[in-house]
Structure formats: C-alpha cells, structure tokens
C-alpha cells in the first residue's frame, strides 16, 4: 500500500508499523475486531450452522486439530500455531522465537539443499568459526580476527553454492499457494498459507516435515536480516525506540516488557544451538495447534494427519514459570526527545484475554477507538482538532497473559503534548461518571457484528480466530459465546470496570518530544 508523503501521514504509517511489528500481528490485527463481536438474532442460525461444521481431534502424540468444513470455493486456508512467543524466551536470549520463525523457511534435510551430507559439516564449521570469532574479540586479538572473518566467508560461500534459495515457496507458490507467511508475537507464532483444495496432501507433507525434519540453514545470513530490521524499525525509528520504552516502564518483571523481535545485544549474541534448542523445547506436539478452514473432508484430514504429523513424538511439555507483574501503585512516565513529530501515549493494565469481564474491554476499546466515530476520533481530531489521529489497542502487547490497554494520538501542529493528554483523559474520565447511551452502545455492537461477519467471510480469518480462542481461552467455542457476552454488556459493566481500571496509579504515561 502506498502512502502519501506527507509528514504526518508517514508518521502514522510508521506508528502502526512498529505497533504491528511489537506485536507480531500485521496478519494478527484483524483478531482484534473479532473479539469485537456482538450475538444477535438475525445472525444466530447462521452462527450455529458454522459451530455445526466445526470438526476437532487430537492425534495420540497431543497435536491438536480444528477443522471448519465449508464449500463455497475450492481454496482451504491452513494455520499451524505454535503456543510460545517472545514471552516465552530465557533471559538474555530475546528474539529466539522471531529468530526461528524466519529459519522455518529455510527448509529440511530434503528440501533447500542441493546436497544436505555435504552442506551440514560446513554449517557445523560456520558455528565453530563464529565461537572462534567471538573468543579472538572479546581477547581484542584483531589479527586473528581478521583471519577467521575471512576463513568464515570462504566457508559461508560454499555452504551458499549447495542452498537451493527459497526451496520451500516455490515449491508452494508452483501448488496454488498464495499467502505463505507467519507472524511472531509476545504469545505465539503463526504459520499460515491457502492451497486448492485438491493439494491437502501436499500441505500436509510440507508442513510436517519442516517442523518434524528443519535445517536451520542460512543462519548468519538471516541474523543480519533480522539486525537491519530491528534497526529499520526500533533503532532508526522514534516511534520504535518510544515504544520500547514505554513497554519497558509498563512492566517491570512480567516478559511483556521485552520486544518481540529482541534486544541488538541479545540477537548478536543468538547462536544455531540456542534456536534448536528453543524448537526443541517449545515445538512439541502438544503446544502445536493447526486450524483447517474450506473445502475440506474432516476424515479425509484426520487420516492425513495421523499418516504426516502422527510420526511427531509425545514429548513433555516445560512448565511455564513466568514472573507475575505486580500490582502497579503509581503513575509512571517516560519521556523522550527525538527526532519527530509529538506523539503522547497513554497505557492501563488490564485482565487477560480469558477474564470474565474480557467483553466490557473489548466495548470500552471500541467506544473510545475504533475509527472515525469513536469517542478520541470525534473529539480529539474532529472537533478539537488538537491531534491528527487518536487512536488506541486493548490488548497491547499481547493478551494471553495480564495486559494493557494503550491509547495514542499524535499531535496536531500548533498543538502540545498536555492539550492533548487533558483532551484524552477528559474522554477516559467520561466513561468513570457518565452512563453510555444505549443508542451509543447499540452502534458499537452493531459494528461488531459486522466485524463477525467479515471474518467468517474470510477462510484465513476464521482460522485465526478459532485457534486464537482454542488455545487462549481453552475452547474454540468461546469464540461464539464471546458474541453472547459482549451483547450482554450493560453501561453499568462499563462504568464499573471503566473506574477500576482507568486510576492514576493504574497509568502508564509516555511523551515523544521533538529534539530541541
């Protein structure tokens, strides 16, 4: 999508941008309006009829399967979710699960290689080389330095000849394929691409091997990929190196803190070793769950499945032993001053996506941010004209585990940072003393609805939102009876909820401030 070069249109694009990157959810963002979803009765049947053509099983190794059979197209869009994240990652070692998301296209000991026997002892070579590398700086030996930095990309060069390059999307793209892609987040990482129908098989096998048989190929190489896109998007950005910040004053023990793509440190210092290791650890059979949505037999994929991924070992799970944030009991800030445009941001923390009250939240976010007719928009940009766009996420940076709820708006010219904080607080305020009008929530779950309806238009939207609410809430089921909670919501549940939640000690204020 092109955009216009104007400055502060460019400097929304980047917002969203490096939003999208924190949280790994460029494909992720449309979930979010399906949590915005309203039951009503106009819908229901058809709401049931799609329950109804919802197949699932577990293979005896614990991969779990959900399989929404439907014919309009010959196109079935396919999902493997892998339950570990950025949140998920040992200390010191941030980024491993980006890191193997991109390995995860470099294929197998069949697939990108022109000869894997004798590709693997000069990868084996590239990791000594590198250890060696590391060992001769940190002694400040530059002679040595030089020597093994020249001997590593005569060994690079070679293992480059015998890599077939982007093997594995050929192969998908020559099917049918379209879509291949995955998304790394605080929570999960997602894999995820569309066939014809008639290549199911085909599907199956390719994605069972490179998670039952991956070479981490090409390693160096997609280090410094993974480096420029860290400098790209947080290093050489203010927005980036504000959210970073501001994430990091938020939260204080809980991972949430860290950045999904991982600190420049921590990447440097990754080796082969620790991404096997974290596949091995995290990419069991029990923490992976495939969504299979379009023209499908539901026996039909449960044989295949149990012939491809049943050869998958049971392997134990590693207990979670994430620290639990504590209770915040002060406003904290952050200011920056960089190179750009004003830019305030405003954070609360807020139950998980599995709480009871995930429904008023989700109506909350709606009413005060989802596009033009929300409560900033009208008031902030329209008729205040204070602020160029004012918008905000319920969910940051994830939502699996207890999270934030971030409002953002940047500043018109002429204008500051604390008009806008007063006009943003004013509208939070509201929420706490004055009752939304039915009519006002009527329209929010009216578009919620829409947004419904549009993801189960949508093969790869549903698939998301099925495995999303399987894995995060138990159940895919909760995906449906999420409709009937959020039609459920009274202005009572939002004004209750509205003053535990938005309190001064509850607040988490951030300020991008041009650079005098």
């Known amino acids: 999508m092109q955009i216009k070069k104007s400055w502060w249109r460019q400097a929304i694009a980047t917002f969203l941008c490096v939003g999208m990157l924190w949280l790994g959810l460029w494909p992720q963002a449309a979930l979010a309006r399906t949590h915005n979803i309203v039951a009503a009765a106009s819908i229901q049947p058809y709401l049931d009829r799609v329950m109804q053509r919802v197949t699932e099983f577990r293979l005896?190794?614990?991969m779990k399967f959900i399989v929404l059979e439907r014919h309009q197209a010959p196109v079935v869009s396919f999902l493997t979710y892998a339950d570990v994240g950025g949140a998920n990652e040992p200390d010191g070692k941030t980024g491993v699960a980006h890191f193997l998301e991109h390995l995860a296209f470099k294929g197998t000991t069949r697939i990108g290689t022109k000869n894997y026997a004798a590709e693997k002892p000069l990868l084996d070579d590239l990791d000594k080389l590198s250890q060696q590398i590391q060992a001769a700086k940190a002694t400040g030996k530059e002679a040595e330095v030089a020597q093994l930095q020249d001997q590593f990309k005569k060994v690079e060069a070679q293992a480059a000849e015998l890599v077939k390059q982007n093997e594995f999307g050929r192969i998908v793209e020559q099917a049918g394929g379209e879509g291949l892609n995955a998304t790394t987040?605080?929570?999960?990482?997602?894999?995820?691409?569309?066939f014809p129908s008639n290549k199911l098989e085909l599907w199956m096998s390719l994605e069972s091997?490179?998670?039952?048989?991956?070479?981490?190929?090409?390693?160096?190489?997609?280090?410094?990929?993974?480096?420029?896109?860290r400098r790209l998007r947080v290093d050489n950005s203010p927005i980036g190196k504000m959210l970073?910040?501001?994430?990091?004053t938020a939260y204080k023990v809980h991972?949430?803190?860290?950045?999904?793509?991982?600190?420049?440190?921590?990447?440097?210092?990754?080796?082969?070793?620790?991404?096997?290791?974290f596949f091995d650890t995290h990419y069991v059979p029990s923490k992976l769950t495939i969504a299979i949505v379009g023209d499908v037999n539901p026996a039909q994929v449960?044989?295949?499945?149990?012939?491809?991924?049943?050869?998958?070992?049971?392997?134990?799970?590693t207990p979670e032993t994430l620290a639990a944030e504590p209770k915040q009991t002060e406003t904290r800030e952050i200011t920056l001053q960089l190179p750009s445009q004003p830019w305030y941001l405003e954070g609360y923390h807020r139950p998980a996506m599995n709480h009871p009250d995930n429904a008023i939240y989700d109506i909350i976010g709606s009413i005060l941010s989802d596009g033009r007719t929300s409560r900033l928009y009208k008031s902030l940009v329209e008729k205040q004209q204070i602020a160029l766009t004012a918008?905000?996420?319920?969910?940051?940076?994830?939502?699996?585990?207890?999270?934030m709820m971030l409002f953002y708006a940047l500043t018109a010219p002429g204008h500051t940072v604390d008009e806008v904080a007063k006009g943003l607080r004013s509208q939070i305020d509201r929420l706490k003393t004055e009752p939304v009008s039915a009519e006002e929530l009527d329209r929010v779950k009216t578009q919620a609805r829409a947004g419904l309806l549009g993801t189960l238009n949508s093969n790869d939207?549903?698939?998301?939102?099925l495995v999303e609410y399987e894995v995060k809430t138990g159940s895919w089921k909760n995906l449906f009876k999420q409709l009937d909670a959020i039609a459920a919501v009274t202005p009572a549940d939002i004004q209750r909820v509205a003053q535990a939640t938005f309190q001064p000690q509850n607040r988490t204020i951030g300020r991008l401030l041009p650079k005098e």
Request: net charge negative; glycine share 8%.
């Open 244 to 248: 970073e910040a501001f994430i990091d």
């Open 60 to 62: 005896d190794n614990g």
């Open 302 to 317: 449960k044989k295949l499945a149990e012939t491809y991924f049943g050869r998958y070992k049971a392997k134990p799970t």
């Open 255 to 277: 991972p949430y803190r860290r950045p999904v793509i991982g600190y420049d440190g921590d990447i440097r210092n990754l080796t082969r070793e620790d991404v096997q290791e």
């Open 391 to 403: 918008q905000g996420f319920s969910g940051f940076p994830g939502d699996k585990y207890p999270t």
């Open 185 to 194: 987040s605080t929570d999960a990482t997602r894999y995820f691409y569309s």
């Open 209 to 229: 091997e490179r998670f039952l048989d991956p070479v981490m190929r090409e390693f160096y190489k997609e280090k410094d990929v993974i480096l420029e896109e």
């Open 461 to 465: 939207g549903m698939a998301s939102a």
